[in-house]
């Protein structure tokens, strides 16, 4: 399994852009599929979006998020990014990405959020 490395987040305030970015660096990501999770203060790690691993086109967001959020996959950056409009304050979390050897899209939203390791995630603060 590859350790990927979150990066991106920040503070800003609603209604702004922010695009998160999933990297592994010595391991290519194109036979992983990756899904993003977020965890908010005092609440479980939840499912954001996923992406499969056999195209780009292989896509799911949670409903929180859809029409306002878009995965994507740059194989020759190794890098799967998260690119967030339309921020709401409810999407103040940290982010944290997750890398599964062949697994679909919709594989990768049901992976358990409560076992396995996890990186260190980017945290998105999103003021009112």
């Known amino acids: 399994q590859v350790q990927p490395v979150e990066s991106g987040g920040g503070l800003v305030q609603a209604g702004s852009s922010l695009t998160l970015s999933c990297a592994t660096s010595g391991r290519t990501f194109s036979t992983y599929g990756v899904g993003w999770f977020r965890q908010a203060p005092g609440k479980e790690r939840e499912f954001v979006a996923a992406?499969?691993?056999?195209?780009?086109?292989?896509?799911i967001c949670s409903d929180s998020v859809k029409g306002r959020f878009t995965i994507s996959r740059n194989s020759a950056k190794n890098t799967v990014y998260l690119q967030m409009n339309s921020l709401k304050p409810e999407d103040t979390a940290v982010y944290f990405c997750k890398a599964e050897f062949l697994r679909s899209a919709q594989g990768m939203s049901l992976l358990s959020v409560g076992s396995g390791s996890w990186g260190q995630g980017t945290q998105v603060t999103v003021s009112s």
């Open positions: 992406i499969g691993w056999s195209s780009s086109s292989d896509t």
